[in-house]
């Protein structure tokens, strides 16, 4: 049976131990679980461990490595890196979720809220970089850029949450990719490549060398399996030889360097395969030509002693001048320090030697992750290392990312694709995303729409700024807010640049529309109310009144009242119908009446005498349609358009009920009105419905009902109108369709 995402353990590399026993306390306190929590860290770990064993041990991963194996492992390289119980515990936890039907819940209350966090965001991100692996592992190399980018920014994210998540994911990926080597299995293209553009560098970034050396040569062994079984062979031909060279050279430079009062310990440098793959493509050299194959690696106590070690070196051996960089000097970017210097013996063979100080050396070996102190055990931290503010070591790294992110950005070869987004970060250290050239009003509605309405000003980086200031990536922006506030009008002019997301500049035009549309409906709803009120008609229910109007509910009808879309006089007229007399006084040009249900005048059904007809309510025929008959059970003869689709569906099931119909007489049919439904399309505007029943009124076509919609600025219509024959009302749409707005008038 299998669970959860493709991550599995193996056997560690060569050298890996000893890597790790030199290593001092590099990540101090990875866990912010409080200290008034009741659980110690050493039962957190056993308890987490024997909470997850019943369900984990008989679970195996997508690469066949038992569940609970593979988080013994994780947990293992946590613990070489110095890392606490309470984060080695959080590895059991992760792999629990799939298995818990509430895991957040669950697991907050058998440990921590915060155990529950960390759990469910590093489970979501496994989930989402697993589904990401899969849409992309078809996809040509050409998407690398794309495809490293898209991860980054789901990492950052997830990171934003909790910074342990980069250390769970980090060791969870190495432990795959050991098992999958040690046990010849072989690895997805997808997940090697993803491990040696993502992981690997993500480990780089954050400088954590020895996670990214191993990272790199086992993706690489996946990706070029004979190229790394070559480089690995050559390594392997001369190894006793070079490493009684490199050892001969340690012994001396040691020595001579303790004789000068220069206290230092050398070490030779472990070699790793991608590395000097890298190097001879580079620089286009011989696997003989690459210089770190003979690499030594100095630690001295202090700055002073670092240069002093590397004047000595300099002036006993040949320097390569162009292969010198000072990194003490000026840092790299996650702030790595070193000497880096190539140089030749007296047999010409090149040497690169490393020179830092032991603080320069921890920092190499974990990055940033070493400043992580979070309070787990009171003030005095753990680990030796005080417990100083989790949030600056946070910025620290997520600006690390951010920077990473921007630089791939860069890199592309379609760089306008990536160049849409920024990565911004809340006072708590929370990671939003927005678009490019984004201000900080852009950032108040992206954290809340309450925020952005009641924005009123902002801090980037600690100083005050203009609302309107464009953001850069990785800036810390604080908003100060109104206790009650709204938007400004302002904010929606383009030329004063104070918004840029195109969903904040939704949410500032709905506040506005939902201001002015309340204020549409009181007023309609004022008017109503006091037509009621005059008429006597008080107890008439505001939704009966708008359903007899056509209207779904009393707020349409209120809101085109108070548009001036529809005349009160409607209303009246609907209050009070005209009396049976009262035709007779009309003129007679207005004494046409409507068709009745049963018109048997108006249609001659041929071959039967005086049989019942009645109009089909579903396709409204009126003359000079061309019609059909069906005759109905109990209710005579339905009349239908010849090209209804009701009428082809009934004559389809029962064709020995079909009949042949006919319009009466010109005079006969004249004299009659019948009821045709009109479809309207139209851009939404204020007094659209009251222009297009002028045209009806001067058209003297009457409206008998009408339905209106609107949604995303169109407006669909649906009016109800008795005319004489079909004819007249394509004139009358014709006239319709010509309305300023108007998309298109047709009879339904």
Known sequence: MKSGPPEATGAPRDGAAAQRAHLPHLIAATSDVPSDLDLHPDEALARARAFAE?????EALDSGENTLAHADAVAQILRGLGSS??????????????HLTRPEEVIAKAFSPHFAQLAVETTKLMRVQRQARESHASRAQLDTVALQTENVRKMLLAFSRDLRVVLLRLASRLQTMRYLAASRQSTSP??????????APLANRLGIWQLKWELEDLAFRALEPDTYRDVARRLDEKRAEREQYVEQVRARLEADLRAHSINASVSGRPKHIYSIVKKMRGKSLAFEQVYDLHALRVIVSSVKDCYAALSWVHSHYQPIEAEFDDYIAKPKPNGYQSLHTVVRDEAGRAIEIQIRTQAMHDHAESGVAAHWAYKEAGTKGYAGVSATSDYDAKIAVLR??????????????????????????TPDAAVIELPQGATPVDFAY????SVGHRCRGAKVDGSMVPLNTPLQNGQTVEITTAKEGRPSRDWLNPELGYLTSPRAKAKVRAWFNAEQLEGTVARGRELVEKLLQREGKTALKHDDLAARLGFKTAEALFEVVGKDEISLRSIEQLLHPPQPGAAAEEPPARKKARAPDTAQGAVLVVGVDALMTQLAKCCKPAPPDEIRGFVTRGKGVSVHRADCSNFRELAARHPERMIDVAWGGENQAASELYPMDVAIEAADRQGLLRDISEVFTREKTNVIGVQTQSVKGTAWMTFTVEIADAERL??????????PGVRSARRR
């Open 730 to 739: 394509n004139k009358v749409l014709a006239i319709v369709a010509a309305v």
């Open 400 to 425: 690390q990312l951010l920077a990473w992110e921007r630089d791939l950005a860069g890199s592309a070869s379609h760089s306008n694709l990536f160049e849409d987004r920024i990565y911004v970060l």
């Open 446 to 449: 992206a954290v809340h729409t």
């Open 54 to 58: 019943p369900l984990l041990a008989g």
């Open 190 to 199: 997808a997940m090697a490549r993803e491990t040696l553009q993502v992981f």
């Open 85 to 98: 119980e309470t984060m080695q515990a959080a590895v059991y936890l992760v792999h629990t979720c799939a």
